[in-house]
Structure formats: C-alpha cells, structure tokens
C-alpha cells in the first residue's frame, strides 16, 4: 500500500522562535495588525510503501522522533492516508 504522510514540525511553545517574530513583525510592518503570535516551522511530505496505515503511521513517528523533528525543542503532527493513483 503507496501512503502519503504529512509531518508539521513546530517549535514548542515556550521555546524562543526569532524567525516566527520577525514574520510577525513583518506582518505587522505591511498593515496585518491582527496577527498576534506566529510560529515559523517545517513541513514535509513522505511517500512510502507500506503493509498497512497503521505500519506506516509507526513508521513514521519513528521517523520524526529519531531525525525530523528535535525533541528537546520541537513538536510535530503527522497525518498518513493512502495515497490514491492517478487514473490510466
């Protein structure tokens, strides 16, 4: 089975995020007042074969907790689903 995972990877919160200020701040400076807070991270797409969703999701987690995302200063999301092939 073809899955496609989506990891978020975002500081956790009470860990300083200087790029997340300084896009606020730039926000700020173009006229978008309302934005209060903004938290500047990484995203990544996955495609791997798997036995089954669950598998995969493992799989995944693991992933992100020995390379994608620090631990110590990160948090991360993920979402797997199967991958739907292009009709022929």
Partial sequence: ?????RVTVLPKPLINDPQ???????LH???FDE???CRVGKYIELTL???S???GRNRVM??????LANGVIEDYA??????????R
């Fill in 1 to 5: 089975m073809r899955l496609l995972a």
């Fill in 20 to 26: 997340g200020v300084t896009v606020r701040q730039g």
């Fill in 29 to 31: 400076h173009l006229g």
């Fill in 35 to 37: 934005v209060e807070d």
């Fill in 49 to 51: 074969d798997s036995e």
């Fill in 53 to 55: 969703e669950s598998s």
């Fill in 62 to 67: 693991e992933m992100c907790q020995r390379l």
């Fill in 78 to 87: 993920l979402e797997v689903s199967a991958l739907q092939e292009a009709p």
